[in-house]
């Protein structure tokens, strides 16, 4: 069956980096979009990146993330990250990987299947 696992929260200061992994399973990669989602208590859980399938060659970075986050994938090992430079309070959240079969958005209605959330702190 599908399963997504992420890794890679913590605590960090401001401006530190962080680089979370999403551990796919039980389907092809290629054929999935795969998108980074955050929720901070108390506001609606939002994209931060997504990439879409293969063929369509889609990314997308909402604005606040562009330019410090970076989403890749890499097939030989089923595995999305999102690598996070230059990390602010306001990004602190717990972050949630998630899959949609032949997927082109970031919106989180759109994606069938989720892993479970890190939490990601930044905080002095």
């Known amino acids: 069956q599908v399963q997504l696992v992420e890794s890679g929260g913590g605590l960090v200061q401001p401006g530190g980096s962080l680089r979370l992994s999403c551990a796919t399973s039980?389907?092809?990669?290629?054929?999935?979009?795969i998108g980074w989602f955050r929720q901070a208590p108390g506001k609606e859980r939002e994209g931060v990146s997504c990439s879409s399938h293969s063929s369509a060659g889609i990314t997308y970075y909402a604005d606040s993330v562009k330019g410090r986050f970076t989403i890749s994938r890499d097939a030989a090992k089923n595995t999305v990250y999102l690598q996070m430079n230059n990390l602010k309070p306001e990004d602190t959240a717990v972050y949630y990987c998630?899959?949609?079969?032949?997927?082109?958005?970031?919106?989180?209605?759109?994606?069938?299947?989720w892993g479970q959330g890190t939490q990601v702190t930044v905080s002095s």
């Open positions: 039980g389907f092809t990669l290629d054929h999935y979009a």
């Open positions: 998630a899959a949609e079969v032949l997927g082109r958005s970031c919106r989180p209605g759109d994606y069938d299947y």
